[in-house]
């Protein structure tokens, strides 16, 4: 398997622009997660996801964000509008049914100016 | 406050010398997990231990956990300059589907 998918590598945008980031997850993975990592504020579980339905959205920080998964090998996590303090790496992560172990995507490089 | 806290935050050794980092939680959990992360990369499962066990070995690596004191250790062997990365401790609280992260060490490896 080629592991967990994102898409893209870099994403530089002007505030109020909308961002799209993708995810692919291992095949057979029934959890999917989103993260949002800074120096500030460390790695932050945005939102998850259990057999494609939206379980614990409560690290979702405002309404700007919002999360999909319309089907098991797909997700994106959508910013409209952005801002700069949305900068950040964003990590998307699966696991298995026994959430024993997370296997985390190499992430997206959002810089919002 | 953050469930994982890691200590220290920052760890500089010399290569073939032993790292030692700390990782303390505030609630009850099913198990406790460590990632590691190199620069500008995704985190990687190291091992997991479970609320049941005390210590646990991989490879090079040995972690413990101690409930009554709610903290583990994760010890690195005979370091190499490849360790060099930053070392993330996760829980569940009490079992809960999600992890929580700390803030990691950053283990520097000097060749």
């Known amino acids: 398997d080629a592991g967990v998918i994102q898409s893209p590598r870099h994403e530089v945008t002007e505030m109020g622009q909308e961002v799209t980031l993708r995810c692919k997850p291992i095949s057979g993975h029934d959890y999917l997660f989103w993260y949002r990592q800074t120096m500030m504020r460390g790695l932050e579980l945005l939102i998850y996801?259990?057999?494609?339905?939206?379980?614990?959205d409560s690290g979702m920080p405002e309404d700007r964000f919002s999360a999909k998964m319309p089907n098991a090998s797909f997700s994106t996590l959508k910013i409209q509008p952005s801002e700069p303090r949305d900068s950040a790496v964003y990590f998307c992560?699966?696991?298995?049914?026994?959430?024993?172990?997370?296997?985390f995507g190499p992430g997206t490089r959002l810089t919002v100016t | 406050s953050q469930q994982g806290e890691e200590d220290p935050q920052a760890l500089s050794i010399q290569e073939g010398e032993n790292a030692t980092m700390n990782c303390s939680y505030k609630t009850s959990i099913n198990n406790l997990q460590w990632y590691r992360q190199n620069s500008g990369r995704g985190l990687v499962h190291l091992i997991l231990?479970?609320?049941?066990?005390r210590e646990k070995h991989s490879g090079r690596l040995r972690v413990t956990l101690d409930t009554s004191k709610k903290s583990s250790s994760l010890l690195i062997t005979a370091s190499r300059a490849a360790d060099t990365a930053s070392y993330f401790c996760a829980t569940d609280q009490g079992g809960s589907e999600k992890l929580v992260f700390g803030k990691g060490t950053k283990l520097t490896v000097n060749p």
């Open positions: 992560a699966s696991s298995r049914w026994d959430r024993d172990e997370q296997y």
């Open positions: 231990i479970r609320s049941n066990e």
């Open positions: 996801f259990n057999n494609n339905v939206p379980i614990d």
